[in-house]
Nanobody, 116 residues
Framework: QVQLVESGGGLVQAGGSLRLSCAASRTIFSFNAMGWYRQAPGKQRESVAR???????NYADSLKGRFTISRDNAKNTVYLQMNSLEPEDTAVYYCTAERVGGVIDWGQGTQVTVSS
């Protein structure tokens, strides 16, 4: 099992930017993919972005190109750059690691709050 530690969350005004980081306790290259999910109060957890071991990326349609996921295999770290933030982006953001076979490991989450 891998330990995933998110950082970079906080309070930001609408229109601002944040970069989330997810540091893994071991090499992330062995995972099928790394990703980010979020859960807003009273809502279901949803996938935000995903990046495979080959670097292929997928995003939630609702993000309209505002978020970018990237990875640094040498640092065992995954990033989520979030621009043009909106109050609707307020949520706890979770980092995930998808193992071969489909099991997903989760981080503890980091709070992102966007004020209007």
């Amino acid at each position: 099992q891998v330990q995933l530690v998110e950082s970079g969350g906080g309070l930001v005004q609408a229109g601002g930017s944040l970069r989330l980081s997810c540091a893994a306790s071991r090499t992330i290259f062995s995972f099928n993919a790394m990703g980010w999910y979020r859960q807003a109060p009273g809502k279901q957890r949803e996938s935000v972005a995903r990046i495979t071991s080959s670097g292929r990326t997928n995003y939630a349609d609702s993000l309209k190109g505002r978020f970018t996921i990237s990875r640094d295999n040498a640092k065992n770290t995954v990033y989520l750059q979030m621009n043009s933030l909106e109050p609707e982006d307020t949520a706890v953001y979770y980092c995930t690691a998808e193992r071969v076979g489909g099991v997903i490991d989760w981080g503890q989450g980091t709070q992102v709050t966007v004020s209007s």
